[in-house]
T-cell receptor, first 113, second 117 residues
Framework: NAGVTQTPKFQVLKTGQSMTLQCAQD?????MYWYRQDPGMGLRLIYY???????DKGEVPNGYNVSRLNKREFSLRLESAAPSQTSVYFC????????????FGSGTRLTVV | AQKVTQAQTEISVVEKEDVTLDCVYE???????LFWYKQPPSGELVFLIR??????QNEISGRYSWNFQKSTSSFNFTITASQVVDSAVYFC??????????????FGPGTRLSVLP
């Protein structure tokens, strides 16, 4: 099925460890996004990529890096995980030509201990 | 700056009751887009509706209906004859400029709806 695929679904890290969250979409969308979801705060934008080869900071970029590997893939890296990064992470892609706008991945639940 | 407020943090209803989820937004733009997303206990985000600021016509889709009122900057969502499967967190969202690839897409904090059998 067409959509956005995120891996892993769950992850536990120790403080200071690094990891990369993977995201891929097969809808030929130009723009891709990483959000984090925290209780009572909705979704907040971490980084986005308007097109292949470009990335920009969102509302809460500190502690994260991203790579737009190609049109399909957009990864999020935590270089030195902190407990404050415990959250649910969503990748999304966006189409201006579709009525619904965003298509979200199923999310990654990350716990930093 | 744009902002979305969902004042109801949690709502509990008994099955078959009607329930309205409130959404109030702030924007300085005359052209903008409003959305509702559903997040069931499984965690995924499911698109429900998108409305453009120049189309105030209310919409009905089965048991779901949306009331868009520019005069009060509100985009409320009503579920008629609620069912247990409607239990979820519902997010209202706003995008001021659909042309800038959605990077200014703002979500409200969400309303958790519990429908009890």
């Amino acid at each position: 099925n067409a959509g956005v695929t995120q891996t892993p679904k769950f992850q536990v890290l120790k403080t200071g460890q690094s990891m990369t969250l993977q995201c891929a979409q097969d809808m030929n969308h130009n723009s891709m996004y990483w959000y984090r979801q925290d209780p009572g705060m909705g979704l907040r934008l971490i980084y986005y990529s308007a097109s292949e080869g470009t990335t920009d900071k969102g509302e809460v970029p500190n502690g994260y890096n991203v790579s737009r590997l190609n049109k399909r893939e957009f990864s999020l890296r935590l270089e030195s995980a902190a407990p404050s990064q415990t959250s649910v992470y969503f990748c999304a892609s966006f189409s201006r030509t579709r009525s619904y706008g965003y298509t979200f991945g199923s999310g990654t639940r990350l716990t930093v201990v | 700056a744009q902002k979305v407020t969902q004042a109801q943090t949690e709502i509990s209803v008994v099955e078959k009751e009607d329930v309205t989820l409130d959404c109030v937004y702030e924007t300085r733009d005359t052209t903008y887009y409003l959305f509702w997303y559903k997040q069931p206990p499984s965690g995924e985000l499911v698109f429900l509706i998108r409305r453009n600021s120049f189309d105030e016509q209310n919409e009905i889709s089965g048991r779901y209906s949306w009331n868009f009122q520019k005069s009060t900057s509100s985009f409320n969502f009503t579920i008629t004859a609620s069912q247990v499967v409607d239990s979820a967190v519902y997010f209202c969202a706003l995008s001021e400029d659909f042309e800038t690839y959605g990077q200014n897409f703002v979500f409200g904090p969400g309303t958790r709806l519990s429908v009890l059998p």
